[in-house]
């Protein structure tokens, strides 16, 4: 941003749950001050074969059309849900 000074202010908590070492349930949530938003995002991940992994994630913001005052009048500005695989080709 060129000659624009602003301060961001950006609070965030982060929960990880491991129920194996190949399996876990992970949390975030975010909120910064510019945007005036929350977000939400979980993922599950399961390693079900070493180098192959899959996840479940799942994303959503929230916004205020109001001063930003209460979280009561927060809504819905969009979701996600996404399936992934990954795999580690070795040769």
């Known amino acids: 941003l060129p000659d624009t000074e602003f301060d961001a202010q950006v609070s965030s908590l982060n929960l ?6 190949d399996m876990g349930w992970s949390h975030l949530v975010q909120h910064d001050n ?3 938003s929350v977000g939400y995002s979980t993922r599950f991940f399961w390693e079900f074969q070493p180098g192959k992994k899959a996840y479940v994630v799942f994303r959503q913001n929230y916004g205020d059309e109001d001063d930003g005052s209460s979280l009561r ?13 990954q ?3 070795r040769f």
């Open 16 to 21: 990880r749950f491991n129920f194996t070492p």
């Open 34 to 36: 510019i945007s005036d």
């Open 73 to 85: 009048d927060l809504y819905v500005r969009n979701s996600e849900l996404s399936i992934k695989a």
């Open 87 to 89: 795999t580690t080709f």
